[in-house]
């Protein structure tokens, strides 16, 4: 069974940083690409950030040079460093994979507020 597991949030001033880990199980991690997305509140779910098995890295343009995205695959490990946050950052951020063989998974999220 694939589990994703999210941590790192928090309470955070604007201009802050924080680091979100997804520590993953059940599956071969290092051949996945992985994603982060966000939800605010009253807002649909969007995508931040993805990179793939070669370590490519893509950002929605609202966080580029601010966030990065990065893997551990000795520890199958997913991060995303969020700098210089602002409050529309606020939201819960979700790791996701879509697998090869089938099935999409999702981490049961983590809260992030950025307070003025």
């Known amino acids: 069974q694939v589990l994703l597991v999210e941590s790192g949030g928090g309470l955070v001033q604007v201009g802050g940083s924080l680091r979100l880990s997804c520590e993953v199980t059940g599956t071969i991690f290092s051949r996945q690409a992985w994603r982060w997305y966000r939800q605010a509140p009253g807002k649909e779910r969007e995508w931040v950030a993805s990179i793939s098995s070669d370590n490519s890295a893509y950002y929605i343009e609202s966080v580029k040079g601010r966030f990065t995205i990065a893997r551990d695959n000795a520890k199958n490990t997913v991060l995303l460093q969020m700098n210089s946050l602002k409050p529309e950052d606020t939201a819960i951020y979700y790791c996701?994979?879509?697998?090869?063989?089938?099935?999409?998974?999702w981490g049961q999220g983590t809260q992030v507020t950025v307070s003025t």
């Open positions: 996701n994979t879509v697998l090869s063989t089938g099935g999409e998974y």
